[in-house]
């Protein structure tokens, strides 16, 4: 049976070169013997708003030049912290949206004739690496993870850099008082997760890393299976380049295959 990887990644040009070092997530894993998913979050890749505020009805990404697309940047992202208030407004949150889309795809590969529902993963850069948390700490279908330049803890983060980061999009009301970021990959035990955070990654504190590899190790020891956990600190910025990718690859190779 093949493998499964749900690769939560950013799908615009600008992001391409510079965080994954010109390799597609998806055609490296599927190289590898994978059959890999890939669905854009609310507010990006096909997913973003058009037609509001000033945004195009249509545009493609991978056509604009860096000054049209920085322009495009500002206005979407005004509109996801707008949708973020909605939907609070609402009852619900962004990040219950997107987690109901991502468990939807696990139960689209369980249907699969040619995917084994007891290997199946997840991974992803940035804001793919919040989803991915996320998955891991809530779906119990995902056996493995790697979660890349998405961990810190909140002490340090909040004195260090939130807006960058740590958004009010990812804030669930009435549990960040009692859940902190590391935690949810504590909660993922005893499935696999390794943890990939760069050295130079501007967005987070380097102390804010090195605090929440801490928090996790202690949780999978508590869970007895200190084995299942990985800390992958490279002196890299915020990317999910070919290194990385060998090294993911290898961890699902480990816990999946």
């Known amino acids: 049976m093949i493998s499964h990887l749900g690769i939560q990644t950013y799908q615009i040009s600008k ?20 059959a890999v998913v890939v669905i854009d979050a609310h507010h990006f890749g096909a997913r973003a708003p058009r037609g509001l505020d000033g945004i195009p009805d249509q545009y493609d990404p ?53 995917v084994d529902p007891e290997r199946i993963g997840c991974t992803g850069l940035s804001g793919g690496g919040w989803r991915t948390d996320v998955l891991a700490a809530l779906e119990p279908r995902i056996k493995a993870s ?57 967005l987070f504190p380097p102390e804010g890393q090195q605090d929440a590899a801490r928090q996790i190790r202690a949780a999978y020891e508590w869970a007895g299976c200190p084995e299942k956990f990985h800390h992958y600190n490279p002196d890299k910025p915020h990317c999910y380049d070919a290194d990385v990718q060998r090294e993911a690859i290898a961890w699902f190779g480990r816990h999946l295959q």
């Open 62 to 114: 991978f056509e604009l030049s860096v000054e049209d697309y920085e322009t495009l940047d500002e206005k979407v992202r005004n509109q996801l912290y707008l949708g973020v208030r909605q939907l609070n407004w609402a009852g619900t949150t962004w990040m219950g949206l997107n987690y109901w889309d991502d468990s939807r795809c696990v139960d689209y590969l369980c249907s699969r004739p040619e």
């Open 146 to 202: 790697v979660g890349v330049g998405w961990m810190t803890t909140g002490d340090y983060q909040q004195i260090y850099n939130v807006s960058g980061a740590i958004g009010t999009f990812c804030l669930l009301p009435g549990v960040w008082d009692r859940l902190d970021i590391p935690d949810m990959i504590g909660m993922a035990a005893p499935n696999a997760s390794m943890v990939v955070s760069g050295r130079q990654d501007q």
């Open 15 to 34: 992001y391409f070169t510079t965080h994954s070092g010109s390799l597609y997530l998806a055609e490296e894993f599927a190289r590898s013997g994978y």
